[in-house]
C-alpha cells in the first residue's frame, strides 16, 4: 500500500468513527465504502465506469475542455463511493450512443453551497441538499487526441 493510499485510509476511518459518535449513520456509510473502494482500487479490483448523461451545453463544454467538473446531487448514487478517485467515466450526450466522452475521476469534493456551482439552480432549482462535486479528466493519446471506449 503506497503512502497517499494509507493516508487516505487513515483520515476516512477517523472522519467514519467521528460520524459514527455524532450518530451519522449515513456519513458513516460514505466514509467506509470509500475506503472499500480505495483498497478495491489498489489491488486491482476495478469498478465498471460510471455512466453521466449530460444537457447538451454541459457535454459541449466536456468536449471543449471548457468544463472540469460534473455536479450532481449527493446521495446514494452520487458519493464518495461511486466517485472513486481513479475509476473510469463515461460522458454522454444525453443518453444515446453517439457522442460519448471517455475519462476518470480525478477528485471529489462534498459541497453544501449549491448556489456557487455555475448551472446548479438552473438544472436542480433551490436545493438545500449538498452536491456532489466530481472532477473529470478526459483520456486523449500522446498527440492530444481523445480516446473514448
Not at 450532481?72 to 481513479?86: D, L, M, V
Not at 460519448?100 to 432549482?125: A, C, H, N
Request: with cysteine; hydrophobic share 40%.
Amino acid at each position: 500500500m503506497n503512502e497517499s493510499t494509507a493516508q487516505f485510509l487513515d483520515d476516512h476511518m477517523k472522519a467514519a468513527m467521528h460520524a459514527y459518535k455524532v450518530g451519522n449513520a449515513a456519513d458513516t456509510m460514505a466514509r467506509l465504502k470509500a475506503c472499500l473502494a480505495k483498497v478495491q482500487m489498489e489491488n486491482g479490483d476495478w469498478m465498471p465506469p460510471l455512466f453521466i448523461p449530460l444537457k447538451r451545453e454541459y457535454f459541449e463544454a466536456f468536449e471543449t475542455d471548457k468544463k472540469k467538473e460534473e455536479f450532481r446531487p449527493y446521495g446514494r448514487k452520487w458519493n464518495e463511493f461511486t466517485c472513486a478517485i481513479g475509476r473510469p467515466v463515461v460522458l454522454s450526450f444525453g443518453y444515446g450512443k453517439s457522442r460519448r466522452l471517455s475519462g476518470q475521476i480525478v477528485s471529489f469534493r462534498k459541497e453544501w453551497k449549491t448556489d456557487i456551482l455555475p448551472g446548479w439552480f438552473d438544472v436542480y432549482g433551490p436545493c438545500t441538499d449538498a452536491a456532489a462535486c466530481i472532477g473529470i479528466r478526459l483520456w486523449k493519446d500522446v498527440a492530444g487526441a481523445r480516446i473514448d471506449l
